[in-house]
């Protein structure tokens, strides 16, 4: 059974930031590409930042420079670190996996950033 599970959001105040990670089983997970998504009330979920087994990445350009993907392979875990945070960036954050396994997420964790 694949499973994901976010932890690390929470109420923070604007210029802030958070670390969000995502602790993954069931699934080889060397293999796999990870992502971070948000979604936001009335809206689609929307990809963050992708991080490629060839090491390679992509942002959103609203948070290029202030968010970073990364995976330790070795603890099967992804993360993202928040910095700069803004009122915008609140919502719920997924953690997703893709690729090999399949495409997994997470059930997600809320971020609220305030004004």
């Known amino acids: 059974q694949v499973q994901l599970v976010e932890s690390g959001g929470g109420l923070v105040q604007a210029g802030g930031s958070l670390n969000l990670s995502c602790r993954v089983s069931?699934?080889?997970?060397?293999?796999?590409?990870v992502a971070w998504y948000r979604q936001t009330p009335g809206n689609e979920r929307e990809l963050l930042a992708r991080?490629?087994?060839?090491?390679?990445?992509v942002y959103l350009d609203s948070v290029k420079g202030r968010f970073t993907i990364s995976r330790d392979n070795a603890k099967n875990m992804v993360y993202l670190r928040m910095d700069s945070l803004k009122p915008e960036d609140t919502g719920i954050y997924y953690c997703?996996?893709?690729?090999?396994?399949?495409?997994?997420w997470g059930q997600g964790t809320q971020v609220t950033v305030s004004s």
């Open positions: 069931g699934i080889i997970f060397g293999r796999a590409g």
């Open positions: 991080l490629f087994n060839h090491g390679g990445s």
């Open positions: 997703n996996t893709n690729g090999d396994g399949g495409n997994n």
